[in-house]
């Protein structure tokens, strides 16, 4: 019998009613001859609530003890799954990150799963139970519960199917992987396959369907990962390697990032030393630099750009008051009306041209952009968010991104 | 350093401001220069409202699921109390049933503690921590998270200072024992201290401070159980061995019950085989029956009585029916509002009368019993509900139940 990891999210399972329905679903799969594991994450807003009780004992609360807390929200998600499976009449174990030997190391709260010791999942499969794996949680050397960080549960599901050399499926309340975040343009293509480097890339720019981490798990040994919708029975999109069917394209995808912050730093006297203080304060403030620029130096002088998340807000403004301090006559502003739009394809290895044919688009419709930045397979741009709209209806009617 | 056990039941612990405050009173013990390990139940109706989740699911939902679901409460409890030490400035690790090495067996919702592998809990009392540990949950042969029933975090408290041989204190909403439920008589003498057999037999009969299976491992390591108010400095009562400073007393509690049903057979032609075919009936209905009485046989017919719990009304009425099938001619009436009232007393061993002294209270005061039943240590009268304040108002006075 084939194996099935299947992965169902929060909403998914965020009422009773729902985990009944995901309970029917996972047994027609059963029925269909296939020996299921189901991994689940908390139900609904569980995982917040629990966030809320801690931070009413602490700004700052003890990351171990937090991890104790938190995982308790997929605990509860697993044993009520189970019992469906039971009132259904099927055989079911529930089991916790520890239980399913899911061997994590790393720091509280952001675990990396090492290892899993598939033994036990192994013999309640064998023994013909439908086997609930606690997403998003895992043990780490101490014997600690730990948790996983963002995306945790699409990990382990990966996880387990890497281990197991099974099928992954990833339900969740989205139909696919668009080309285009279909919140910003609903005409968006949605795509049958992508290959994993591409989902990667999608993914760290915050495409938002599917954690970097699951989809790196699943590209390192060659697990294809399904991703759908958890009701209805819409087709979702393969992420697997590349091959031929996806060729013929250039640009894949589209991805948008409203979550940035761009600091402009003017007036620095053209010195290496200059522009690597500017740096050193920006890291010691453990602000997390995305994109960078630099003006040509002009009577001595240059402009220095950098993006970051809105959430450095205030080490931004210490690091800039201390800066002005410590360099005389700089002037440091930050806009935060700012997006960051990437165009994704791995067609773009072989094919040139592309940032060309995006200045055009830009320079047509009137678009300033702030910044460019490349990687092997997506370029990235800073605009205004004021041209968000106009940017993407514009790219997605000219690189084919329109369903 | 001396090491102390303390427990806090769900009420204590009921809210956040309630578990800090618990924090703080267990730091004040651990500034008198105690190692600190405390047991905590889950948070108020935490239990409750995860039961009623269960329910939703499946009206008899598998019990190794319940017992997985049920057991995040105190998980929930142990992570936020460990996050308070904390804050406040304290070393401290929260630990689950398993981690904490609690090995039970047994039924799942019914678990019971078979040893606890102290390892984890000392090494970390050792590193100068406070440890908090799960109260009512352990970890069967299997690794499956199993609960302890009624009362388990009491029992874990007292399972651990048995292990470790130190002092146990159990924290609650009520004041300590009362010789008599205040609740019914707020004139009762609070319990300096009471020995195990008579506090087990309290327990038993219904006093509702401790159960009895905690009291009875006390009795079996001889760990003083001191119990008393969470909050307030009000001294306690100590459970523990018999001694001198106890004697003189031949009553120490008085004990009520109300969840009694009284079933009589009426007309029961006196033969052995008679009497044995209705209690097998009951038997075959699974049904606990408590006292029984028969009345000496007139005219070749006896008429026979017991109790049970009035959880069995539904069993009793299909015995019931069964019966005057079985055996024509008898008439099986039941009656409610019964009372079992019973005196305890270590004393009464020694010292005999009571009894006589019971009944001519009764006879006093205008009261009929239905049904005597002795113990080594106590005798228990079933009365009309009706006539239970009087009951209990008259024997207080003239045993010296009054504060």
């Known amino acids: 019998m084939a194996v099935v990891v299947q992965k169902y999210g929060g909403t998914s399972v965020g009422t009773i009613e729902k985990i009944k329905a995901v309970a029917k679903k996972v047994i027609e799969r059963k029925e269909q001859g296939n020996e299921m594991i189901v991994v689940v994450s908390a139900m609904g807003k569980t995982t917040d609530s629990l966030i809320t009780m801690a931070k009413e004992i602490s700004p700052n609360p003890d990351k171990r003890e937090l991890d104790m807390l938190v995982s308790t929200g997929e605990q509860i998600s697993i044993a009520l ?25 790393g720091l ?30 895992g043990i780490n050397e101490n014997g600690d519960i730990t948790t996983l960080g963002r995306g945790g549960s699409d990990t382990t599901a990966v996880a387990l199917a890497a281990k197991l050399k099974c099928a992954c499926e990833i339900y ?49 040994y060659n697990i294809p990962i399904y991703v759908a919708m958890t009701h209805g029975n819409k087709k979702g999109t393969v992420i697997k390697e590349y091959d031929d069917t996806m060729e013929g394209k250039v640009i894949t995808g589209l991805t948008l990032n409203d979550d940035v912050l761009m600091i402009t730093v003017n007036n620095v006297e053209y010195k290496s030393k200059n522009i690597a203080r500017i ?57 935060s009306d700012i997006t960051k739009l990437s165009v994704v394809g791995i067609g773009m290895m072989k094919q040139s041209g592309v940032a060309a044919k995006v200045f055009n688009i830009f320079s047509d419709n009137n678009i300033e952009f702030k910044q460019v930045t490349t990687s092997e397979i997506s370029i990235s741009y800073t605009i205004n968010t004021s041209d968000k709209q106009k940017a993407v209806n514009a790219l997605a009617e000219a690189l084919d991104l329109r369903a």
């Not at 005409?187 to 699951?214: D, F």
């Open 81 to 105: 799954l189970s019992m469906a499976f039971h009132e259904y009449g099927y055989n079911s174990i529930s089991l916790t990150g520890f239980q399913a030997g899911i061997k994590t190391d």
């Open 172 to 220: 969740t309340d989205v139909e696919g992987v668009y080309c285009v975040d279909p919140r910003v343009y609903p005409k968006a293509k949605k795509l049958h396959s992508i290959s994993y480097e591409e989902m990667m890339e999608m993914a760290s720019l915050g495409a938002g369907v599917m954690e970097t981490r699951a989809v790196e798990l699943g590209f390192k």
């Open 108 to 137: 509280h709260t952001k675990n990396r799963i090492t290892d899993i010791d598939i033994k036990n999942v192994k013999k309640n499969l064998n023994a013909g139970r439908i086997v609930v794996v606690a997403g998003f949680q």
């Open 279 to 335: 740096f050193d304060k920006v890291a010691k403030h453990n602000i997390n630099i995305d994109m960078i620029s630099q003006t040509a130096p002009f009577e001595g002088y240059v402009n220095v750009s950098f993006t970051c998340s809105t959430d450095d807000n205030y080490s931004i403004d210490a690091a800039a008051n201390e800066l002005q301090t410590e360099i005389p006559g700089i002037e440091v502003s930050k806009e």
